[in-house]
């Protein structure tokens, strides 16, 4: 019998593990090319077993719809999700987010209830924490994708100047960048000439991209291009400028970083030597730490600390967080 949490909490821990690894991995491209080459076979061939398997595919695909439409139906904000999830390049849906958070609520839930924790604590601490897991996984994915995009960007721009000085319209330098260059600008610029190739303007499929990126350097972007549009100029000379201008704005924020590097660690170290201390008691003298839990003179202390490091990691956050 005494082994029987620690089982359900193995258990649990591989089924969140598996979740995490169906939502986060990427696609197989052996899968998608065997996918593709079945929709042709089944597209082109008369059996009737392709046509069975084709409709087979459309009732998965149909199933899949549904989580999703599900999923959007019960968390807050499906939209924003929506964009958000698509902000990472990756494949995520916002069916497999759902499925992850309940997956992640799930496992803090049954885990705390093991270690003696209240149930309405555990409920409670369960729902911030697996709620609050898959977000920040999101946002981490998303600012490295933007990190990637920002730092390339400066030479996308350049060649988009050196093909406008060779004669090119901007339409087709746009597609030469598209192709030259890989990772996040790659996959953007090919998305913008994709657009203009089924009619939409120029400046729309911008906007489009602008809107789904967020960041301001491709907002100037957008407006140095809609500018010179609408009042003429040599647009070789105004991207170049803003290559400039975007190369000395990451400079600075490279030089913002390194400055406040050491505010960060000592905010870092700090408000985790709480947590630390008291885990290391809690593994020496369980019986003395679960007090937190059941004395509610304890919780009421330790919601209060809590409450008040949270409000000096904001502030010391918002002392070194600069907008340029």
């Keep these: 019998m ?22 986060l991995s990427g696609p197989s491209v052996e899968k998608a090319r ?5 929709s042709l076979r089944a597209r082109h061939s008369e059996e009737a077993n392709a046509l069975v398997a084709a409709q087979m595919r459309r009732i998965a ?44 609520i799930a496992f803090f839930a049954i885990l705390l209830m093991f270690i003696g924790a209240p149930i309405a604590l555990s409920l409670l601490i369960a729902v911030a924490v697996g709620a609050g897991l ?29 093909g406008l000085r060779s ?8 597609g030469v960048v598209a192709a030259e260059i890989d990772g996040p600008i790659g996959v953007e610029f090919r998305s913008i000439t994709d657009k203009m190739k089924i009619g939409r303007t120029l400046d729309a499929a911008l906007q489009d991209t602008a809107d789904r990126l967020g960041t301001p350097e491709f907002q100037f972007f957008c407006i140095t291009i809609a500018i010179q549009r609408e009042t003429g100029g040599n647009l070789a000379e105004t991207l170049a400028n803003l290559a400039n201008v975007l190369r000395m704005r990451g400079q600075m924020k490279l030089k913002i ?6 505010s ?5 170290i700090v408000g985790s030597l709480p947590f630390i201390v008291f885990g290391m008691i809690w593994m020496i003298n369980a019986s003395y730490m679960q007090g937190f839990f059941h004395d509610q ?20 956050g918002k002392m070194v967080n600069f907008e340029i």
């Design 2 to 23: 005494e082994m029987m949490p620690v089982v359900a909490l193995g258990v649990g821990t591989l089924g969140v593990l598996t979740l995490l690894l169906f939502a």
């Design 34 to 38: 065997a996918r593709r080459l079945t």
């Design 61 to 104: 695909a149909a199933r899949a719809n549904r989580m999703d439409a599900a999923a959007m139906r019960f968390l807050p904000k499906p939209d924003a999700l929506k964009k958000r999830l698509s902000m990472t390049g990756k494949p995520w849906t916002v069916g497999q987010y759902g499925a992850v958070t309940l997956g992640c």
């Design 134 to 162: 898959p977000h920040m996984v999101v946002g981490y994915f998303i600012k490295a994708r933007l990190g990637k995009f920002n730092s390339k960007f400066p030479d996308a721009i350049e060649l988009l100047v050196r």
């Design 167 to 174: 004669g090119l319209p901007i339409t087709e330098t746009i």
């Design 257 to 262: 970083k390194a400055m406040s590097s050491e």
């Design 264 to 268: 960060k660690a000592s905010a870092y």
């Design 297 to 316: 003179r304890l919780m009421v202390a330790g919601g209060g600390g809590l409450i008040w490091m949270s409000i000096g990691a904001f502030i010391m």
